[in-house]
């Protein structure tokens, strides 16, 4: 069976800092990836998804992510952030008909 | 507009009385779930289900149960056998088992 570990349950950074939020899963065969956001008490939003092609992969705010097969991972990166992506980040992976979640990584953006 | 809802936003219950949460989507998708979500903790799969008529149980499936009656629905009925059902609960939906869209979550406390 999958499994997701993001490392960090917290992480925080300044303003206009990059910042790095790390996600390994268990598994290398074939798999889609995804990171999603959560706001304080909104449902959860796909931010961007790794299905094949092109490693890296982006979202319109500026987050991208890069799947890397021989280390299983799909680290999360933003090169600046904002004071509005303060928010909880959920990596997650494919299994079967079901995606597999992360504990979650709480994003705090420091003035 | 296509998208998924889910209400009430909050519910109140009293210990011992059973107590439905409702999740409704117009993006025409097959499969539906319903996660449940504590503080650190992530999203934990309570049921799901690929096609009307037929459901699935998830990890923590006890005290709860659901229907799939029409593809656009899929009801969460807490019973009174849950015995720690405060919690935020998150609907979601796919088209085919991959990427899933979330609702905006009902947070059921107990009194």
């Known amino acids: 069976a999958q499994s997701v570990t993001q490392l960090d349950s917290q992480v925080p950074v300044f303003e206009e800092a990059p910042v790095e939020l790390r996600c390994n899963y268990s598994?290398?065969?074939?798999?889609?990836l995804f990171w999603y956001v959560q706001y304080p008490n909104q449902g959860l939003q796909l931010l961007l998804k790794?299905?094949?092609?092109?490693?890296l992969v982006e979202s319109i705010n500026g987050f991208e992510a890069e799947f890397n097969k021989s280390q299983t991972s799909f680290h999360l990166r933003k090169p600046s952030v904002h004071i509005s992506d303060t928010a909880e980040y959920f990596c997650a992976v494919s299994e079967d008909d079901k995606i597999i979640f992360g504990k979650g990584t709480r994003l705090h953006i420091l003035p | 507009d296509g998208g998924i809802t889910q209400s009430p936003k909050y519910l109140f219950r009293k210990e011992g009385q059973n107590v439905t949460l409702s999740c409704e989507q117009n993006l025409n998708h097959d499969a539906m779930y319903w996660y449940r979500q504590d503080p650190g903790q992530g999203l934990r799969l309570i049921y799901y289900?690929?096609?009307?008529?037929?459901?699935q149980k998830g990890d923590i499936a006890e005290g709860y149960s659901v229907s799939r009656e029409k593809k656009e629905s899929f009801p969460l009925t807490v019973t009174s056998a849950q015995k720690n059902p405060t919690a935020f609960y998150l609907c979601?939906?796919?088209?085919?088992?991959?990427?899933?869209?979330f609702g905006p979550g009902t947070r059921l406390t107990v009194l």
């Open positions: 790794y299905l094949s092609g092109s490693t």
């Open positions: 289900s690929q096609i009307v008529n037929d459901f």
């Open positions: 979601a939906s796919s088209m085919d088992g991959g990427t899933q869209y």
């Open positions: 598994s290398s065969v074939s798999v889609y």
